[in-house]
């Protein structure tokens, strides 16, 4: 079967093509990032306006890249939400008006299901499972039982991991999104600034990032005060290494706690090589499956909101036309 995914809830337009839940037919993603860049982040209004400008060709191009005639799919599903309100609804509004017109179930989508099932693409699943969710607007730790049954057993108190990451950036002068760049002067580091860990109460599976944050601004701030260089790879090292062993942590914790058969990592913050190298590591060591997807499906893409549709479109359960783009939608709601 067929499905047709529509992605628009932040900064990427993207519409794939996906057989099964597993198989990949298009994936076409138009990211803005490039217009945004001047903003220092993404602004909700002229997000919208190039979802619009987008939707229509990236569809025509998704279909043409599969092969695949309007007649051929099974169902059009669209990321409901979280996300951007105005960036939502371009995409909303785009799903219904196909399966309106080519007379198609409708399946809504929870943008986070969609970034945990992303690991579906790349391999087959075993449950119970546990998954870190670490993206620009996340960071959480959620257990799925069964397949599409979702817990969240733990979540960030304040700045998701992705946002602390582009806040330090800032901080740093580097350009936006920060998190790569974060990433590879980290690599470059000799040595690392020494900041705290917040691993809050122990039985806690929760996360806090603005306390490290705001140490590493008074940090260059007393730098700057004294006119002392700063070291930017140290900084870097620094943060990286602080945000990294406590996301490992808590997941192998979480991993044992709830006998889980594998470790899935999602989000755009799993591009980070020191996360996916420490973490490959200690999952080595404690003999647990660590499935992880290649960078392009860890940020925003249509595909994986495809493959998150299939569990819904497969137990028959169906959105109506009057499916609402929702800001600030429940995963565990969002369960099947
Ligand atoms: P959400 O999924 O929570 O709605 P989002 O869709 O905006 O948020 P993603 O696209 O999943 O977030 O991820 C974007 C984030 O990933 C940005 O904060 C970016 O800095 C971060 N990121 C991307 N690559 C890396 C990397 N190599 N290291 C650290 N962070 C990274
Ligand atoms: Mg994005
Ligand atoms: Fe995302």
Redesign the pocket.
Known sequence: RLILAIET??DETSVAIVENGTKILSNVVSSQIETHRRFGGVVPEVASRKHVESITWIIEEALDKADVRPGQLSAIAVTEGPGLIGALLVGVVAAKTLAYALDLPLIGVH?IAG?IYANQLVHELRYPLVSLVV???HTELVYVEKEGSFRIIGQTRDDAAGEAYDKVARALKLPYPGGPHIDRLAHEAEEALPLPRAWLEPESYDFSFSGLKSAVLAALNQAGMKGLPIDARAVAKGFQDSVVEVLVEKSLRAVQEYGAKQLLLA??VAANKGLRQQLADRCASAGVPLIAPPLSLC??NAAMIAAAAHLKLERGQLSSLELKADPALDLEAWSV
Do not use: L, V
């Open positions: 809830s932040c943008h970034h993206s620009g607007g989000g755009g940020t925003d």
